[in-house]
């Protein structure tokens, strides 16, 4: 059974970084594509960047185009979330998931391993 683990969130002020691990466990990534998505309150879960692990292909909501990078360490078994420029309005729950295939799906229902979120809050 493949664990997701996510850290790194954190208070930052606006125009700050932040770094996001999602580490795994029970298995490795291959042949997963994983996925960070984020729900702020009040509002649905949304995508924000993904990663193929076999062919490190990635995709980005146009939100967070130029702003986030997704990126992965084989070595350890991590994918990470590097958050630049951090505005109020990223400020969420922030959520790494995995689904076994090679389609980076923008929708949460195809991921079906999930870790349990991280917060990030971003100050004006």
């Known amino acids: 059974q493949l664990q997701l683990v996510e850290s790194g969130g954190g208070l930052v002020q606006a125009g700050g970084s932040l770094r996001l691990s999602c580490a795994a466990s029970g298995r490795t990534f291959s042949n997963y594509v994983i996925a960070w998505f984020r729900q702020a309150p009040g509002k649905e879960r949304e995508f924000v960047a993904g990663i193929t692990w076999s062919t490190g292909s990635t995709y980005y909501a146009d939100s967070v185009k130029g702003q986030f990078t997704i990126s992965r360490d084989n070595a350890k078994n991590t994918v990470f979330l590097q958050m630049d420029s951090l505005k109020p309005e990223d400020t969420a729950v922030y959520y790494c998931?995995?689904?076994?295939?090679?389609?980076?799906?923008?929708?949460?229902?195809?991921?079906?391993?999930w870790g349990q979120g991280t917060q990030v809050t971003v100050s004006s």
């Open positions: 998931a995995a689904d076994s295939g090679q389609i980076i799906w923008r929708f949460p229902k195809p991921y079906d391993y």
